[in-house]
């Protein structure tokens, strides 16, 4: 029964929490490729980037290299190469919101199309648990509890995270639900006002008429 419970709470902390974005993609020469992630603010992220070898026996040419640019929404810069085929970045984010990795190809003729190998994790995922492991000299099971902590802690951080950002929208709301009602009273105030205006001038003009 106790082994059926944790296997639960394993389930539910598994498909709770956020997953790392690894994943391999094509690269044409002269074009970019940008990915971008949404981390909450003093989250740790770290990624890692490869292109991906035709021939293993030999070197990648200049021509199968990359330039990289990691950047926050407000333009800072928090990771920079130039003319690499592999690399590596990590930092704590400083500002809440959505962080782009662009990778961008040299022009060459003729076209060729570079493959490209990217892992990106953030938050628990970007934890280095065989560090832990070492450092801590923890056996394997307590070293899935600590684990398991962590995991839980980031899903405890994202639920508050999550109802800011509801409360944010119920307040944008209320906001937005409070501006529509004054721009229809005005609307149905203006509407009333041109009809006024309307019938006191046909009223003049028919009784300068003397037809009333």
Known sequence: MILRSVLI?????VILSPASQSLRFELQSGHTKCIAEDIKSKSMTVG??????????HPLPDSHKLTVR?????????HSAEKVETGQFAFTAEEEGDYMACFWAPDHSPQITLTVDFDWRTGVHAKDWSNVAKKGQVDAMELELKKLYDTVTSIHEEMFYLREREEEMQELNQATTSKMFWLSFL????C????GLQFWHLKTFFEKKKLI
């Not at 709470?9 to 902390?13: E, N, P, S, T």
């Not at 890692?48 to 026996?57: A, L």
């Not at 990691?70 to 928090?78: A, P």
């Not at 609307?187 to 203006?190: I, M, N």
Request: no cysteine; aromatic share 10%; net charge neutral.
């Open 70 to 78: 990691v950047t926050s929404s407000h333009g800072n810069s928090f």
């Open 187 to 190: 609307s149905l105030f203006l």
């Open 9 to 13: 709470v394993v389930l539910v902390v």
């Open 192 to 195: 009333l006002s041109v009809a």
């Open 48 to 57: 890692k980037y490869h292109v991906v070898r035709p021939n293993e026996d």
